[in-house]
T-cell receptor, first 116, second 112 residues
Framework: DTAVSQTPKYLVTQMGNDKSIKCEQN?????MYWYKQDSKKFLKIMFS???????INETVPNRFSPKSPDKAHLNLHINSLELGDSAVYFC???????????????FGPGTRLTVL | DQQVKQNSPSLSVQEGRISILNCDYT??????FLWYKKYPAEGPTFLIS?????DKNEDGRFTVFLNKSAKHLSLHIVPSQPGDSAVYFC???????????FGTGTRLQVTL
């Protein structure tokens, strides 16, 4: 019973295509995230949703559009894929409790996207 | 602008010895720091954390030290075991804000 799952695990596609990555968490968390790990291994936040509401939107091209149909799901749709989009994309979740001292995030296994 | 830095990309330690992984940060507003461990083809998993009001937190073989004046933290693993071989990421948080800022990771290899 995987806590945070992502599909697909690997995605190989051509430049210009549109693709989606799906994420689901069964931890009952109220906040979900998308991170991108590029070839230099930087792990950077892209988006965060709390109770289906977008709360963090870093400087990401608007070809990337997150969608949260419910608290347990956060999908990432990418339009007009470019070579530079090749990376590993990680989904994560947490409980954004205002009385919690910190924000432990639970990560999915990642989706390796390769754009040819 | 990289606010969290791990300047050692890799570290090799003999089994049974101490592993020391270092992390530096530039934003003095960070008030919580976390260490994540990552195996190949898996997502990062939480290891240990420390609040900025403390200078040490210990959990079994893992201890994190924080030096606020130097904006430096370190993770000590004693004794190191082969199963500890992984990439370790340092991360910083601004209170309960959702954003974690990660370092680039240090690959630890524990040899027999």
């Amino acid at each position: 019973d995987t806590a945070v799952s992502q599909t697909p695990k690997y995605l190989v596609t051509q430049m210009g295509n549109d693709k989606s990555i799906k994420c689901e968490q069964n931890l009952g968390h109220d906040t979900m995230y998308w991170y991108k790990q590029d070839s230099k291994k930087f792990l950077k936040i892209m988006f965060s949703y709390n109770n289906k509401e977008l709360i963090i939107n870093e400087t990401v091209p608007n070809r990337f559009s997150p969608k949260s149909p419910d608290k347990a799901h956060l999908n990432l749709h990418i339009n007009s894929l470019e070579l530079g989009d090749s990376a590993v994309y990680f989904c994560a979740s947490s409980n954004r409790g205002w009385d919690l001292p910190y924000n432990e995030q639970f990560f999915g296994p990642g989706t390796r996207l390769t754009v040819l | 602008d990289q606010q969290v830095k791990q300047n050692s990309p890799s570290l090799s330690v003999q089994e049974g010895r101490i592993s020391i992984l270092n992390c530096d940060y530039t934003n003095s507003m960070f008030d919580y720091f976390l260490w994540y461990k990552k195996y190949p083809a898996e997502g990062p998993t939480f290891l240990i954390s420390i609040s900025s009001i403390k200078d040490k937190n210990e959990d079994g073989r893992f201890t994190v030290f924080l030096n606020k004046s130097a904006k430096h933290l370190s993770l000590h693993i004693v004794p190191s075991q082969p199963g500890d071989s992984a990439v370790y990421f340092c991360a910083a948080s601004l209170g309960t804000a959702s954003k974690l800022t990660f370092g680039t990771g240090t690959r630890l290899q524990v040899t027999l």
